[in-house]
């Protein structure tokens, strides 16, 4: 996929992400509009908190419980690049190659149709690296019209809709992708409201997993604890903290060569 030149577009990630050495990796896509890295929704943000309208407690949740984080950015720079190339360049840099088999996905909105494009460009990751994926009100135009790999995405997945009914309530669905209710009508908090469902259901595949495999239980959760990724991500609300550095990312299928760019734990990166 041709991916147009970007040099304001980034993405951040953990630093084991970054060196693909991180055995689970959550992965955040948010919708279109004006809405940017680590944004569900600038409106609840403005009106309520940062907290309930960011992806900041994703990303603490997603750590504790030993994964490492991708965020996306794909409105940064639209005149240049889509949201769909965004991910698919941030995947094949810190996915495609990784030794990760653990992926799970959480998409708000066109996050939805966003990740249906990264199934048809990584068909080979979505049928065995991608264990969940989890979608806040999801605008999705079809599936990827591919018969396996639909079937395994409808096996899945969970959309959480808008309902005035309790969260987590079976909502009927006609698109394959199980729908369930969010627990609000209002579909800027979709992503907040089923933060909770999320990470149990999360907690669970976990579980599930770890009976399948001796791997998971060998690995130091401890290495993604620490509150210093969500600290600064937190930070670039206002500023670039000093121990925030670029790091370069090539187009897809075309590697990069050594980056001056370092960091100690936290990766920003630059798509170029």
């Not at 794909?74 to 495609?96: C, F, Y």
Request: glycine share 6%.
């Amino acid at each position: 996929m041709k991916i147009a030149e970007s040099k304001l577009s980034f993405f951040f990630a953990n630093h084991k992400v970054i060196q693909k050495v991180a055995p689970k990796i959550l992965v955040l896509i948010h919708g279109n509009g004006a809405v940017r890295a680590r944004q569900w929704s600038r409106k609840i943000i403005l009106n309520s908190s940062l907290e309930k309208g960011s992806q900041l407690p994703f990303i603490k949740m997603a750590n504790d419980q030993g994964y490492g984080a991708i965020v996306t950015n794909g409105n940064q720079e639209l005149q240049r690049m889509s949201p769909e190339d965004h991910a698919s360049a941030v995947w094949e840099k810190l996915i495609t190659g990784s030794c990760c088999d653990h992926v799970i996905i959480i998409a708000h909105s066109y996050g939805g149709q966003v990740t249906m494009n990264l199934a048809r460009c990584f068909p080979g990751d979505f049928l065995h690296r991608v264990k969940a994926v989890y979608l806040a009100d999801s605008v999705r135009y079809g599936m990827t019209g591919i018969p396996l790999l639909d079937q395994r995405l409808c096996s899945i997945s969970l959309n959480y809709v808008t309902s005035d009914r309790d969260c987590d309530t079976p909502i009927e669905f006609e698109d394959g992708i199980k729908s369930i209710s969010s627990g609000t009508t209002s579909h800027e908090w979709t992503s907040w409201y089923s933060l909770p469902s999320i990470f149990g259901n999360i907690r669970t595949l976990d579980k599930d997993l770890s009976r399948e495999t001796s791997t998971a239980s060998k690995f130091d959760h401890g290495e993604f604890r620490d509150s210093e990724f969500c600290a600064a991500i937190a930070a670039v609300e206002l500023n670039f903290d000093k121990n925030l550095h670029f790091r370069k990312v090539q187009k897809p299928k075309e590697r990069s060569g050594s980056s001056a760019f370092r960091c100690k734990k936290i990766c920003p990166g630059t798509i170029l």
